[in-house]
């Protein structure tokens, strides 16, 4: 079930003038716009919950960069990965990304799960941050994905605006269709082990 939406304050205070906030707003609409364009190339489904606008995408699984030991490597992503999920969050009152939020993902078909408890890390991305892993499932679907993004630890500027995010909220995204692929990256290097999958 997916958590009722709230709307989160944006008003003038001590801290956020109203030129402020328009500034909010226009990094929000960049950052839409970032979910638009992803969307038209993967195809996306999006909710309401509670303080937040959330969007599930799904693609061919992909290898990405990861340090280590003070060494960017190359983690291509495992033979055995078939897709890469993909949760973008955005702050329902001004639509800017929400970081440091702890992201999980269940899926299910028929009330069977596929993956439980996945947890999608923070990724940077060339044009759009977002949560994301892969992941092994056994075919195209169609699954039901439940997101859980857990109540932040992070504290919240502002006295009137700093009162969002309270809970943990559910999003439920039904019969949604997945890619069945992987993608490889020879331009990658130096290389290191294979991106983790989640099954």
Do not use: C
Request: hydrophobic share 35%; net charge negative; aromatic share 8%.
């Amino acid at each position: 079930m997916t958590t009722e939406p709230t709307y989160p304050p944006m008003e003038e205070s001590n801290e956020a003038t109203r030129e402020e906030l328009r500034v909010a707003r226009e990094q929000g609409d960049a950052y839409g716009h970032a979910i638009g364009a992803m969307a038209d190339e993967d195809g996306a489904a999006t909710a309401r919950a509670g303080d937040y606008l959330v969007a599930f995408i799904n693609e061919n699984a992909e290898g990405m960069y990861m340090l280590e030991d003070g060494v960017l490597l190359w983690r291509e992503a495992a033979p055995d990965a078939n897709v890469h999920l993909e949760v973008a969050v955005a702050d329902a009152g001004d639509g800017r990304f929400v970081p440091g939020l702890r992201v999980h993902v269940d899926v299910e078909r028929d009330g069977k799960p596929i993956l439980t408890n996945a947890e999608l890390p923070f990724l940077w991305h060339p044009f759009l941050y977002h949560y994301g892993g892969n992941a092994k499932v056994p075919d195209a679907g169609p699954f039901d994905v439940t997101v859980r993004i857990a109540a932040p630890t992070f504290m919240r500027h502002d006295p009137v605006n700093g009162k969002r995010y309270p809970e943990r909220v559910d999003v439920r995204f039904e019969k949604v269709t997945f890619a069945n692929g992987r993608k490889e990256s020879p331009e990658g290097s130096p290389r290191g082990q294979d991106a983790p999958t989640a099954s």
